[in-house]
């Protein structure tokens, strides 16, 4: 069973920077690809980004340059560093467990994350 716990949201003014991060239980980060996705409300879940086992990472293009995905499988922890932070980064930001075709296949709780502007 996938257990993810995230941390780090709050609220910010804009430009301003927040860290993420997403304790798994086992050894999930080890096996699996990893991902942020984020859902504002009314709208979709959509991925912020993705990092392989291998270390491959995807951004989605409204956060390249802003954003950073990162893991320590050591301490079992996923990381979402997010600088230059803009109103439209406020959402719910979840962190997932990929199967191997890149599906969700657990979820964490989520943490919000408010920019004001």
């Known amino acids: 069973q996938v257990q993810l716990v995230e941390s780090g949201g709050g609220l910010v003014h804009a430009g301003g920077s927040l860290r993420l991060s997403c304790t798994a239980s086992?050894?999930?980060?080890?096996?699996?690809?990893m991902a942020w996705y984020r859902q504002a409300p009314g709208k979709e879940r959509d991925l912020v980004a993705r990092?392989?086992?291998?270390?491959?990472?995807y951004y989605a293009d409204s956060v390249k340059g802003r954003f950073t995905i990162s893991r320590d499988n050591a301490k079992n922890t996923l990381y979402l560093q997010m600088n230059s932070l803009k109103p439209e980064d406020t959402a719910m930001y979840y962190c997932?467990?990929?199967?191997?075709?890149?599906?969700?296949?657990?979820w964490g709780q989520g943490t919000q994350v408010t920019v004001s502007s």
């Open positions: 086992g050894r999930i980060l080890i096996r699996n690809a």
């Open positions: 997932a467990a990929l199967d191997s075709d890149y599906d969700p296949k657990g």
């Open positions: 990092i392989s086992t291998r270390g491959t990472i």
